[in-house]
């Protein structure tokens, strides 16, 4: 079973960057929609983006034109840059792995904006 590690949160000034990795520990070419989502604290968790094997992505309405997530199939990686950091955007990130049936998700990293 693939595992999902992310990494790149931290804390970051409104209207900073960061860029999360979710790497995975086998292929993810199979896998028919990679995600990212996000928990706020009290909030329930949210889809924050998505993009399908073939390349076709979504987003959430308030992170639209300021994230871009993105798939690297030979490097077994999917990346979320994100832009215009808001301290709304607080939240713990979780990367998702999913197919027609089942997800398997990582263990979340932290991202903190200061206003």
């Known amino acids: 079973q693939v595992q999902l590690v992310e990494s790149g949160g931290g804390l970051v000034q409104a209207g900073g960057s960061l860029r999360l990795s979710c790497a995975a520990s086998?292929?993810?070419?199979?896998?028919?929609?990679m995600g990212w989502h996000r928990q706020a604290p009290g909030k329930q968790r949210e889809m924050v983006a998505g993009?399908?094997?073939?390349?076709?992505?979504n987003y959430a309405d308030s992170v639209k034109g300021r994230f871009t997530i993105s798939r690297d199939n030979a490097g077994n990686t999917v990346y979320l840059q994100m832009n215009s950091l808001k301290p709304e955007d607080t939240a713990v990130y979780y990367c998702?792995?999913?197919?027609?049936?089942?997800?398997?998700w990582g263990p979340g990293t932290q991202v903190t904006v200061s206003s």
């Open positions: 993009i399908t094997s073939g390349g076709g992505t």
């Open positions: 086998g292929s993810i070419f199979s896998f028919h929609v």
């Open positions: 998702a792995a999913s197919t027609r049936t089942t997800s398997t």
